[in-house]
């Protein structure tokens, strides 16, 4: 008899030992201050080496290849090599490389709406709509389960856009719990922004660009920072203890030091002093 129970997530943290590298090949980057040098999606970084390994992975930094060190694929670089390609990497079986190139950003989106879900669904305040996202969860899971002909045919568009109505429902519902006028600056424009020690508990700072802005001290618990751009964003000694939908990769894109409180289901970035 087949089993009720349904079929654990694939893990949203990348694993690069199961992964062809797939971020170092697939994606395009441009010459900037994150990275040394131009390279067109779906050809190999210049630092790759025939092991799919970095040959500068401990010196990215120093390298001018600080994208890397920022980036995060939510599991979905070994997802594509392991599951959905079997095992099978794009060196030994060319013929799978475009295939393969392609459905690695389609998977990454549905990684990352498995960590906004799985995120919302650990938050009793958002409750009333557990049962919604337990089935956004179970749809989306499902996906990741594609072959890549059928992960071509998915609108990701119109599922991100389907999940994000009930990520705002989960943010107005965790966010309301917090006493007193909450600050909204969602989509906000506080790029360089002064606000050390700011009280911005239960604020809506979704989309907010917070490009270098000095968050030091600032109180952000129950704030919302979906899509928040947090680059060279100073967080040191900042709260950010149970704000919703965090990313590993906002963080790893942030300054902070030991002082800096985070989720205990994130990573502090190696680079933070």
Request: hydrophobic residues 40%; aromatic residues 6%; charged residues 20%.
């Amino acid at each position: 008899m087949p089993s009720n129970t349904p079929a654990p997530l694939p893990v949203l943290q990348a694993d690069c030992a199961n992964c062809f590298a797939l971020c170092c090949v697939a994606l395009p980057f441009a010459k900037s201050t994150d990275f040394a040098v131009n390279k067109p999606a779906g050809t190999p970084c210049k630092n790759l080496q025939q092991d799919f390994r970095c040959g500068i992975h401990t010196r990215l930094r120093d390298k001018g290849f600080q994208g890397c060190t920022v980036f995060d694929c939510f599991g979905a670089g070994q997802q594509v090599s392991q599951v959905t390609f079997g095992g099978q990497d794009w060196r030994t079986h060319p013929d799978t490389a475009r295939r393969m190139f392609d459905a690695f950003p389609v998977m990454r989106q549905l990684h990352e709406l498995l960590f906004y879900v799985s995120s919302a669904l650990t938050l009793p305040a958002a409750a009333p709509v557990h049962a919604d996202l337990r089935r956004a969860l179970s749809k989306t899971s499902e996906w990741t389960g594609s072959d890549p002909d059928t992960l071509a045919t998915l609108d990701i568009g119109a599922l991100r856009q389907e999940i994000n109505e009930l990520l705002l429902k989960t943010s107005e519902l965790v966010r309301a719990k917090v006493p007193g006028r909450k600050k909204n600056h969602r989509g906000a424009d506080l790029m360089g922004a002064r606000l050390p020690g700011a009280d911005l508990r239960g604020a809506n700072l979704r989309g907010a660009y917070l490009i270098a802005a000095d968050l030091t001290r600032a109180d952000l618990r129950t704030a919302d920072l979906i899509g928040a751009d947090l680059r060279d964003t100073n967080l040191r000694g900042a709260d950010l203890r149970d704000t919703i939908f965090l990313t590993q990769p906002q963080l790893n894109a942030a300054q902070g030091d030991l002082t800096t409180r985070i989720p205990a289901t994130l990573t502090r970035p190696a680079h933070w002093t």
